[in-house]
DNA sequence: TTTGTATTTAACCAAACGGTTAAACCTATT
DNA sequence: AATAGGTTTAACCGTTTGGTTAAATACAAA
């Protein structure tokens, strides 16, 4: 008579656990704000996670599947590399669109304890789920389809692009001013606007000076 | 017969608080393990520094103003466009391998606190940096010289590229496994590579599909 | 040597924190 | 209506935290 209908509270809880460590971290979060937030007393979330540190685990673990993974994930689905790079792209910043705030707080807790994150995450996984990628563009190299470029460099370009301007934003905002609205609209524009500077350095890049 | 002398003790003490709060953040770092890390007692710390929030103050403002002003000083000087961008990427990428942990503690402390850090960080005069290299791309696009683009565009690519990698690191360290030396030469290599890419982008984009 | 001032320390404090306990409260089954 | 088990709470606990105090120490100027 349990299992069914506490769904409620539990879920409950954890709403308001994501949205508390979200904002102000592990380190920063108190559990009694947690407790405020889901409208129940601290020793009732206990009861249901008997610890910050089991109930941190839990929301972030969870987090990082959906936001890591499955990036990941279209990274080594079964797509022409160009069409997967324009898919990385573009679905990447509409996902980071509706949650603005998740790369920041994913990155800053797994730099607070980075031996965590690779059980929690299944980097086993990813990482093959990286070679996978990373044969497919040697592939495209050997075509000739693509410039010669290292997987881990055009990784990096992709990640860069599409998450720092969300990393960065508060820092951006306060310092050259740039209303939500207007951020938003760019961010927007900026599906179509990466994944042509990202694809046109691969197809035909001109080199613009030294050896 | 002090304001000489104690250059030792209040270096020290801001020496080790820098370290301290880069590791651990305002919230994690604890004043007992800045006073250990100093060689000093705790109460000694307070007679310096009255609090922990004015000691990070005046440790925050001083690294605030090595990493974003140089940044934007760079940005607003008088090259001719191209190089400048070379030098935007080259020079901070440099100066970043050197502080490897210092954009994520810059942008996490910003996030934290967004409020204080216009003030901080003399928000007005960085705007108006801005606003000169602003004039600078659109006299470059009027003349033919780069393509059409948005100045704000623009900033957040080459923000984006140089430092997304330091600030990603440990969640791509511990998810496809990438050692300390590797990422030291990939950091290097991106010197060059980055700047062609942001540069490469402006001269001769060709549309690789849709309106 | 004495005096005044800068420097350093050990001991202490109140508040906030994560976590526990034991009892009360529902509510469905018998 | 009695029972049993899941659910909720107020009160409490030990630790850690940022911060204070008052006294000791070093040392230059008189």
Redesign the interface.
Known sequence: MKEERDITTEQRILKAARKVFIE??F??ARMQLIADEAGINKALLHYYFRSKEQLFDVVFTDLLARF?IAFFTILASDKPL?EKI?LMVEEDIELLMKHPEMP?F???E???N??K??RR?N?AK??SL?KEFSRQVKEGIAEGEIREV?P??L???I???N???F??K?????????SDDRFQK?MK??K???A??I???L????????K
Not at 170 to 178: D, E, R, T, Y
Not at 203 to 210: A, D, L, M
């Open positions: 102000y971290g380190n920063g890591q160009i324009r920041l994913i990155i800053s797994v730099a607070r980075p031996e994150t690779a995450a980097a990813i990482s990286f290292d881990i460099d990784l990096m370009n990640l860069s692009l998450r720092f301007p990393i960065g508060p820092m951006i905002q306060s310092v050259i001013g740039l760019l524009s900026r179509r606007s990466v042509e500077l694809i046109g350095d197809k035909n890049r001109t080199t613009t000076g030294g």
